[in-house]
């Protein structure tokens, strides 16, 4: 981490320690009732009703196994209640969060918001990151702000596309945490960031760009759109990806623990891509304590990386290229 984000570490303890004196009461009474629901009336008729259809004989079975469908019964009972809790610890998660995160994000300015815009289907499709258009998307955490005036918008999100057959074939293009930063500076021509892996190619009508880092080189591929106009794409390449970019870049995937990390360039806009199938921006377990800020940490650090991106980056410079 970067120490530009070390001055905020200390406040963010100290408002950790407000918000819990503040709401942790509240806060334990909806962890009890939704810990209670777990073992309600309701649940218990869920989890045996569910359970019992274990007991229902197969369409082809022709000889019943008690014993094995016994089995089935206690792994379809067991089935029930860990996907309840998670249920319910997802909403728990989700109704302290909105009434957390805002005020723990303030720590970092007033202009930070969760539960904040969507990133729009069109920046996806317009990335070159996809071979083909969304038709299917989910979200789950979503922030948005202001920061060193960079605007930003953060989604968790899961998208993909679906065949034309009788089942609506889904078939995942992309789940993880998108990134959109509008900068002021503007990238002629467009350049496309990508883990390294045996199935990348040079894109259509782009052209590789090898960097003077080979750290970053051995990790990521790079390619610049070119422009035939004055063949400016590698100048501009190589003046967006000096030393603190591809630093803070490489950051941003250690500090979200993520295996593959994209990124497309163009004009204003920078989106960045983490491919995760890990729930990030998670606060404590329904079945854990709520005021450790052990378990909050990692929030602190998943923000100071994007956080310090921008800083390091300056992209709230406003020199053209």
Request: with cysteine.
């Amino acid at each position: 981490m970067s120490n530009c984000m070390d001055k905020y570490k200390n406040d963010f303890a100290i408002k950790f320690a407000k918000i819990m004196q503040e709401k942790l009461p509240k806060w334990k009474t909806f962890q009890a009732e939704e810990r209670k629901s777990l073992y309600s009336l309701d649940s218990l008729r869920w989890y045996f009703g569910i359970a019992l259809c274990g007991f229902v004989p197969g369409k082809r079975e022709y000889h019943y196994d008690l014993k094995l469908h016994c089995w089935v019964v206690v792994i379809l009972f067991i089935a029930t209640v860990i996907g309840n809790i998670q249920i319910t610890n997802k909403h728990y998660q989700n109704k302290v969060k909105c009434t957390f995160f805002d005020d723990l994000l303030k720590v970092f300015g007033d202009n930070i918001f969760f539960a904040g815009r969507f990133i729009h289907n069109s920046l996806f499709n317009n990335s070159k990151l996809y071979s083909r258009e969304i038709m299917t998307r989910e979200g789950d955490d979503r922030f948005d702000g202001e920061y060193n005036g960079v605007k930003f918008v953060i989604n968790e999100t899961d998208f993909g596309w679906n065949e034309n057959d009788k089942h609506k074939t889904y078939h995942r293009m992309f789940k993880g945490i998108a990134m959109h930063f509008t900068m002021h500076k503007e990238i002629n021509s467009r350049v496309l960031i990508m883990s390294k892996n045996l199935w990348n190619k040079v894109p259509k009508n782009y052209e590789k760009v090898v960097v003077e880092y080979e750290k970053f080189n051995k990790k990521y591929d790079v390619w610049v759109e070119k422009n035939t106009l004055n063949n400016s794409g590698q100048i501009e390449a190589r003046y967006l990806l000096n030393t603190a970019f591809l630093d803070r870049f490489m950051q941003l995937q250690t500090s979200f623990k993520v295996s593959k990390m994209s990124c497309s360039v163009y004009k204003k806009d920078m989106l960045i891509m983490l491919s995760t199938n890990k729930d990030l921006f998670e606060m404590n377990h329904l079945l854990g304590k709520i005021d450790d800020i052990k378990q909050y940490k990692h929030l602190f650090e998943e923000f100071a990386s994007v956080l310090s991106f921008i800083e390091v980056l300056n992209l709230a410079s406003r020199t053209k290229l």
